[in-house]
């Protein structure tokens, strides 16, 4: 399997626009998490579904940010509109119910709203 | 509030010279203690998942040991290529893990 697969890998913006980060989960998975990561605050657990659905979003920090999931193969993570405090690296991490809750991580998308 | 505090925040090591990272926490209801490692630009990769106090597991140079309050990852002989960013985390009684700020370890030849 070519494990979770994050995209882009680097998105730089202007204030004020959108930005859609897209995630693709480990086939089999049922479990699907958004992380963003920076240095002072480390990783941050934002949304998590399972089966396809949210089931916790209380780490999302404001109504500018939103996370779908369609179909078990893809989920999107949309910041609009985005501000230069968004700046950090996102992560998508995917787990499979049977794993004890071994979660395995994208590389991650690096955004940098300017 | 559940709390993961990770300890040194930076550790230099000698090639050879053998060390230990702690993580401590404060969670009610702990279901297990999970530890990652991460390079610079990747995501975090699982290394060990401890469930009880007492519980220990190996893997190379690494060694993690659990308590009631705290987490060893204890790294023998380490080599560079042991250089990364050592996360963990702490699973409660739900399906989410929170995470410590991790420690940045650097291992010189």
């Known amino acids: 399997d070519a494990g979770v697969i994050q995209s882009p890998r680097h998105e730089v913006t202007e204030m004020g626009q959108e930005v859609t980060l897209r995630c693709k989960p480990i086939?089999?998975?049922?479990?699907l998490f958004w992380y963003r990561q920076t240095m002072m605050r480390g990783l941050e657990l934002l949304i998590y579904f399972n089966n396809n659905v949210p089931i916790d979003d209380s780490g999302m920090p404001e109504d500018r940010f939103s996370a779908k999931m369609p179909n078990a193969s893809f989920s999107t993570l949309k910041i609009q509109p985005s501000e230069p405090r968004d700046s950090a690296v996102y992560f998508c991490a995917s787990s499979p119910r049977s794993s004890g809750n071994i979660q395995y991580f994208g590389a991650g998308t690096r955004l940098s709203v300017l | 509030e559940d709390q993961v505090t990770q300890s040194p925040e930076a550790l230099r090591l000698q090639e050879g010279e053998s060390s230990s990272l702690n993580c401590s926490y404060t969670?009610?209801?702990?279901?297990?203690l999970f530890w990652y490692r991460q390079d610079p630009g990747k995501g975090p990769e699982f290394l060990f998942t401890l469930y009880s106090a007492g519980e220990e597991k190996e893997k190379e140079r690494l060694k993690a040991t659990l308590t009631k309050k705290e987490s060893f990852l204890h790294i023998t002989a380490p080599k560079p290529e042991d250089s990364a960013t050592y996360l963990c985390?702490?699973?409660?009684?739900?399906?989410?893990?929170?995470f410590g700020t991790g420690t940045r370890l650097q291992v010189f030849p």
């Open positions: 969670v009610s209801g702990l279901r297990g």
């Open positions: 985390a702490v699973l409660r009684n739900t399906d989410k893990l929170i």
């Open positions: 086939s089999g998975h049922d479990y």
